[in-house]
């Protein structure tokens, strides 16, 4: 009994502890000393990025304030965020959730001195259509996708300048094959990388017709009805059929395929700038440079990708600093801090890579050279079918479909997505 | 009528040990009353023991069973936080991607009869010899069973390496001329798949079988040895007839897992190339990935009702075998 009644006493004086404790805290998520803990949660592969603490602790040491970096495998990144965003507790920064239809109900817009700064071509990608921006952009380099190319191998089987047209790249990877080399490796297992050939061509399509978005979207126009269609899609197959490519497509990886571009044992790939990365830690003295994939008509056009977007939790009781934070981190000296660590091709006018390898050098040209747009999945409001459309792509370099089935299996596909997603017109 | 009889039966010596305990308190008169009270007492408590249980199947396994069935009839999805009724929605646009369901469907069957058929035959032939008594058997029934006990991911990844185009079994088979891209080819790859699947999962059918063969009484054995049978006879009359039972049970099971089959696929091939080794399940799991829950329900409760068809089918056939035989 008197045991009973001393772990009661026990149990009063640490909730009347915590009690007193947290009443120290204010309403607006302030402690004693005024100061406030942003919770920032993050994909995990964000933490370890070169530059990134660095940036924070920075914030910290000027404000006071800290900031709690919450980690979440990227594989439950999303799901995790929608649970925290539900219970309107636990996070005041959040990436992704790009698709919500209500954005105001669950994040606040953004704005700083760094929407001036913005490259224009980003700040209207960034920009809704009702004027504001939700979300700021990251310090993380740009991305597009196109041609990653190993220019020793190039120049070794005799090509001296990145082809313009198909017919063009088509003669390219005969040379490159005739000097003993894999010209184009595909990385079929992993098919996430042949979509990489599927943003590079929509954004030719994309900029040959500025309202094709919406009118895929609405299901007006039909996919293999899209100008070039047919000659994209029966070059790469003619790639394949012509031995131009890996004998393991279907069942190489996308680590497979970055090797064998650093090590020279393949001419090129088609995958994202992203890929930069992983090519040097292959091989750090790898000369790789980049193009966009030649469009059918010869103007091919630059697919950019959005910087990703950090959101300001609706609900979040630290808003105000929390976009402080933001805004820091993207303010011109930690922004190039960044970028000096993690070189690319940064989304601020203000801010470039001080020795920009061969990749990076190709993709700032032409960002410089304007008139890009925004990838396809990142304007569509369709749900992306992307494993169907995997699979038709690994039909179609498995030499089981041609290119007017792919389309078709395409057009299956991107209406059954439409009309699971209840989209008008499907 | 004889439930209650049964009732009755079993509530007096539970009453009686209460009664007894009361007595040896010297409490008369709780002694009376708790041989009244104590039948509703026993009455009651035996469904009492059955709460746990049906709580736990009940929140773990019917209400998800039954709001997948309700997420079925609308048209939730990752992408919009409010849920609408739309009733056989849903089951119309699968009606409209018929030929991709179709498809998976036999997939899904194909998979599932190949990987009973291996795991089935080779199990009851290892179990076979295994039963025998030789050095190194106990050994040798470990080696078989290990297989289980590791992550189908990790084992999906090891056979990804070895079964590559230019992976050791290749490497081996060349000189031979078989070489063959044994999960890129669209032809090869499911086979390839269910053969990864039954090298794993074939220990549990020896456990077993292995368990039905040593409980075979060993007199019939010995009375058919002396009626001069000889070890094929053995199998085919004595054993095989004894451990039906077990043989039927494991492929009953072994098929239904194969009708549910998704991570030995997932870790393998993807459900590619293309959609070579798309079943029900990797199907639902691409669903998922457009964020289209409702549909993916609705694809799941066709699956559930398809498995439940069949393994009654089954089950009824099995049955009918054993009273025939």
Same mark, same amino acid.
């Given at each position: 009994?008197?045991?009973?009644?001393?772990?009661?006493?026990?149990?009063?004086?640490?909730?009347?502890?915590?009690?007193?404790?947290?009443?120290?805290?204010?309403?607006?998520?302030?402690?004693?000393?005024?100061?406030?803990?942003? %919770? =920032?949660?993050?994909?995990?592969?964000?933490?370890?990025?070169?530059?990134?603490? +660095?940036?924070?602790?920075?914030?910290?040491?000027?404000?006071?304030?800290?900031?709690?970096?919450?980690?979440? /495998?990227?594989?439950?990144?999303?799901? *995790?965020?929608? &649970?925290?965003?539900?219970?309107?507790?636990?996070?005041?920064?959040?990436?992704?959730?790009?698709?919500?239809?209500?954005?105001?109900?669950?994040?606040?817009?953004? #704005?700083?001195?760094?929407?001036?700064?913005?490259?224009?071509?980003?700040?209207?990608?960034?920009?809704?259509?009702?004027?504001?921006?939700?979300? #700021?952009?990251?310090?993380?380099?740009?991305?597009?996708?196109?041609?990653? =190319?190993?220019?020793?191998?190039?120049?070794?089987?005799?090509?001296?300048?990145?082809?313009?047209?198909?017919?063009?790249?088509?003669?390219?990877?005969?040379?490159?094959?005739?000097?003993?080399?894999?010209?184009?490796?595909?990385?079929?297992?992993?098919?996430?990388?042949?979509?990489?050939?599927?943003?590079?061509?929509?954004?030719?399509?994309?900029?040959?017709?500025?309202?094709?978005?919406?009118?895929?979207?609405?299901?007006?126009?039909?996919?293999?009805?899209?100008?070039?269609?047919?000659?994209?899609?029966?070059?790469?197959?003619?790639?394949?059929?012509?031995?131009?490519?890996?004998?393991?497509?279907?069942?190489?990886?996308?680590?497979?395929?970055?090797?064998? *571009?650093?090590?020279?044992?393949?001419?090129?790939?088609?995958?994202?700038?992203?890929?930069?990365?992983?090519?040097?830690?292959?091989?750090?003295?790898?000369?790789?440079?980049?193009? *966009?994939?030649?469009?059918?008509?010869?103007?091919?056009?630059?697919?950019?990708?959005?910087?990703?977007?950090?959101?300001?939790?609706?609900?979040?009781?630290?808003?105000?600093?929390?976009?402080?934070?933001?805004?820091?981190?993207?303010?011109?000296?930690?922004?190039?801090?960044?970028?000096?660590?993690?070189?690319?091709?940064?989304?601020? #006018?203000?801010?470039?890579?001080?020795?920009?390898?061969?990749?990076?050098?190709?993709?700032?040209?032409?960002?410089?050279?304007?008139?890009?747009?925004?990838?396809?999945?990142?304007?569509?409001?369709?749900?992306?079918?992307?494993?169907?459309?995997?699979?038709?792509?690994?039909?179609?370099?498995?030499?089981?479909?041609?290119?007017? +089935?792919?389309?078709?299996?395409?057009?299956?596909?991107?209406?059954?997505?439409?009309?699971? $997603?209840?989209?008008?017109?499907? | 009528?004889?439930?209650? &009889?049964?009732?009755?039966?079993?509530?007096? /010596?539970? $009453?009686?040990?209460?009664?007894?305990?009361?007595?040896?308190?010297?409490?008369?008169?709780?002694?009376?009353?708790?041989?009244?009270?104590?039948?509703?007492?026993?009455? %009651?408590?035996? @469904?009492?023991?059955?709460?746990?249980?049906?709580?736990?199947?009940?929140?773990?396994?019917? !209400?998800?069973?039954?709001?997948?069935? @309700?997420?079925?009839?609308?048209?939730?999805?990752?992408?919009?936080?409010?849920?609408?009724?739309?009733?056989?929605?849903?089951?119309?646009?699968?009606?409209?991607?018929?030929?991709? *369901?179709?498809?998976?469907?036999?997939?899904?069957?194909?998979?599932? &009869?190949?990987?009973?058929?291996?795991?089935?035959?080779?199990?009851?032939?290892?179990?076979?010899?295994?039963?025998?008594?030789?050095?190194?058997?106990?050994?040798?029934?470990?080696?078989?069973?290990?297989?289980?006990?590791?992550?189908?991911?990790?084992?999906?990844? !090891?056979?990804?390496?070895?079964?590559?185009?230019?992976? /050791?079994?290749?490497?081996?088979?060349?000189?031979?001329?078989?070489?063959?891209?044994?999960?890129?080819?669209?032809?090869?790859?499911?086979?390839?798949?269910?053969?990864?699947?039954?090298?794993?999962?074939?220990?549990?059918?020896?456990?077993?079988?292995?368990?039905?063969?040593?409980?075979?009484?060993?007199?019939?054995?010995?009375?058919?040895?002396?009626?001069?049978?000889?070890?094929?006879?053995?199998?085919?009359?004595?054993?095989?007839?004894?451990?039906?039972?077990?043989?039927?049970?494991?492929?009953?099971?072994?098929?239904?897992?194969?009708?549910?089959?998704?991570?030995?696929? =997932?870790?393998?091939?993807?459900?590619?190339?293309?959609?070579?080794? +798309?079943?029900?399940?990797?199907?639902?799991?691409?669903?998922?990935?457009?964020?289209?829950?409702?549909?993916?329900?609705?694809?799941?409760?066709?699956?559930?009702?398809?498995?439940?068809?069949?393994?009654?089918?089954?089950?009824?056939?099995?049955?009918?075998?054993?009273?025939?035989?």
């Amino acid at each position: 009994m008197r045991r009973i009644r001393r772990i009661a006493l026990i149990g009063a004086a640490a909730l009347t502890v915590s009690a007193v404790v947290s009443g120290c805290a204010g309403d607006d998520g302030t402690d004693a000393s005024g100061h406030v803990t942003v %919770t =920032y949660m993050l994909p995990s592969s964000w933490v370890g990025v070169p530059g990134f603490k +660095e940036n924070v602790r920075a914030w910290e040491q000027k404000t006071g304030h800290q900031v709690t970096l919450a980690p979440v /495998p990227d594989a439950n990144y999303d799901a *995790l965020v929608q &649970a925290r965003i539900a219970s309107k507790n636990g996070v005041d920064i959040f990436a992704g959730q790009d698709t919500a239809k209500d954005k105001a109900a669950i994040m606040q817009p953004a #704005t700083g001195p760094w929407v001036q700064r913005l490259n224009p071509d980003v700040r209207k990608a960034v920009t809704s259509p009702d004027g504001k921006i939700w979300g #700021t952009p990251s310090a993380d380099g740009l991305n597009a996708t196109g041609v990653l =190319y190993n220019k020793d191998v190039f120049a070794k089987a005799g090509i001296t300048a990145p082809p313009t047209t198909l017919a063009e790249f088509r003669a390219d990877l005969e040379k490159v094959k005739k000097s003993g080399v894999t010209p184009l490796h595909l990385a079929g297992k992993d098919g996430w990388t042949l979509l990489q050939h599927r943003s590079s061509v929509n954004a030719s399509f994309i900029g040959a017709d500025k309202d094709l978005v919406a009118k895929l979207d609405g299901n007006k126009v039909k996919w293999a009805d899209t100008p070039g269609f047919d000659q994209e899609y029966q070059a790469l197959s003619d790639w394949v059929n012509g031995g131009l490519t890996n004998d393991d497509a279907l069942t190489s990886t996308y680590e497979a395929s970055t090797a064998a *571009l650093a090590k020279g044992r393949a001419g090129a790939i088609i995958n994202g700038s992203w890929a930069l990365g992983e090519i040097v830690k292959s091989n750090a003295d790898a000369h790789i440079g980049f193009f *966009l994939l030649p469009a059918a008509d010869g103007h091919n056009t630059l697919g950019l990708q959005k910087p990703n977007m950090l959101k300001v939790a609706k609900f979040s009781k630290v808003a105000p600093q929390a976009q402080d934070f933001l805004n820091f981190m993207i303010a011109q000296p930690q922004a190039q801090s960044f970028l000096d660590a993690n070189p690319g091709v940064s989304a601020f #006018t203000d801010v470039k890579a001080a020795k920009p390898s061969g990749g990076v050098a190709d993709l700032q040209k032409l960002v410089d050279q304007g008139g890009s747009v925004l990838p396809f999945d990142q304007q569509s409001v369709i749900p992306q079918p992307q494993d169907d459309i995997i699979a038709a792509y690994q039909e179609l370099i498995g030499k089981r479909a041609d290119v007017a +089935e792919f389309g078709d299996r395409v057009q299956k596909a991107w209406q059954s997505a439409g009309a699971k $997603s209840g989209a008008a017109g499907f | 009528m004889s439930l209650a &009889a049964t009732g009755r039966r079993e509530a007096s /010596p539970g $009453s009686g040990r209460k009664q007894g305990r009361g007595a040896h308190r010297g409490d008369g008169a709780r002694k009376s009353s708790g041989r009244a009270d104590g039948s509703g007492v026993v009455r %009651t408590y035996r @469904y009492a023991f059955l709460v746990p249980a049906v709580a736990v199947f009940t929140v773990f396994f019917l !209400l998800p069973a039954f709001f997948g069935m @309700y997420l079925s009839l609308t048209d939730a999805s990752t992408f919009v936080p409010d849920t609408r009724f739309i009733g056989l929605d849903n089951y119309r646009l699968m009606a409209g991607d018929s030929s991709v *369901l179709w498809n998976a469907t036999c997939s899904q069957f194909a998979y599932a &009869a190949c990987v009973t058929v291996g795991k089935t035959v080779l199990g009851v032939a290892i179990a076979f010899l295994l039963d025998r008594t030789f050095r190194g058997a106990r050994f040798l029934r470990v080696v078989v069973y290990l297989p289980i006990m590791f992550s189908t991911i990790v084992v999906g990844l !090891l056979f990804g390496y070895i079964l590559k185009a230019d992976g /050791p079994l290749n490497v081996l088979l060349k000189p031979f001329g078989l070489a063959q891209d044994w999960f890129g080819s669209f032809d090869l790859a499911l086979y390839s798949v269910t053969a990864v699947d039954t090298w794993m999962g074939v220990g549990w059918t020896v456990v077993l079988v292995l368990a039905a063969l040593q409980a075979v009484p060993a007199e019939l054995i010995e009375s058919a040895h002396l009626d001069g049978a000889g070890p094929w006879q053995v199998a085919r009359h004595i054993k095989i007839p004894y451990i039906r039972h077990a043989i039927n049970l494991a492929a009953l099971l072994t098929f239904i897992t194969g009708m549910k089959a998704f991570d030995m696929i =997932y870790a393998t091939t993807g459900g590619g190339p293309g959609t070579a080794t +798309e079943v029900l399940t990797s199907y639902v799991y691409k669903q998922l990935n457009t964020g289209a829950l409702g549909y993916a329900a609705a694809v799941n409760v066709f699956q559930f009702l398809m498995i439940t068809a069949v393994a009654l089918v089954i089950n009824r056939f099995v049955r009918r075998m054993e009273a025939t035989a």
